[in-house]
């Protein structure tokens, strides 16, 4: 319940606040720019919508609904700019910080997102149930096997590639 001045007792949340974000704007779209060592490479929506496409089947916890979204693995993208596809010795020592146009990052283990070392799908969606991804970005970074999607990143703008040596 509500108090006078606006904020809500049971989660500190000032109402004022969750009515503004309501009323965001979309966020702009840029391009999804990966670098890697010296190398780094620049994707769009529509450079991207040419590549080869994965789905993959999620119970979105957030929605809670199951949802298809379509998009290409993230290691494509990755192995484009010579970054190790599961190579023995490399490939434990990097790993990903991943940043939203809205600033939200995350970081993964390059071993998180490598088909032949984890079961998880991770793609850089354009698509969900057959529509372009719309209203947060054009694209959303999603991983099957994230079950609280706290990872998955709305509208995508940068990926580093990096040691931790």
Excluded: C
């Amino acid at each position: 319940m509500s108090s006078m001045g606006g904020t809500d007792k049971m989660s500190g949340m000032d109402m004022k606040d969750m009515k503004m974000d309501a009323a965001k704007p979309p966020l702009p779209t840029g391009p999804l720019k990966i670098t890697y060592e010296d190398k780094s490479a620049e994707w769009t929506p529509s450079t991207l919508a040419a590549l080869p496409h994965n789905s993959v089947s999620v119970f979105n916890a957030h929605t809670k609904a199951n949802q298809t979204y379509s998009g290409i693995p993230l290691t494509d993208l990755l192995t484009k700019l010579g970054v190790p596809n599961g190579e023995h010795g490399k490939t434990p020592k990097l790993y990903l910080v991943v940043q939203g146009s809205d600033g939200y990052k995350v970081v993964y283990s390059l071993g998180e997102v490598t088909p032949s070392i984890s079961s998880s799908t991770v793609i850089v969606a354009d698509s969900l149930e057959g529509k372009q991804i719309a209203g947060e970005g054009s694209l959303q970074l999603v991983d099957s096997g994230d079950k609280a999607q706290s990872r998955w990143v709305r509208n995508p703008v940068s990926i580093k590639v990096l040691s931790a040596e």
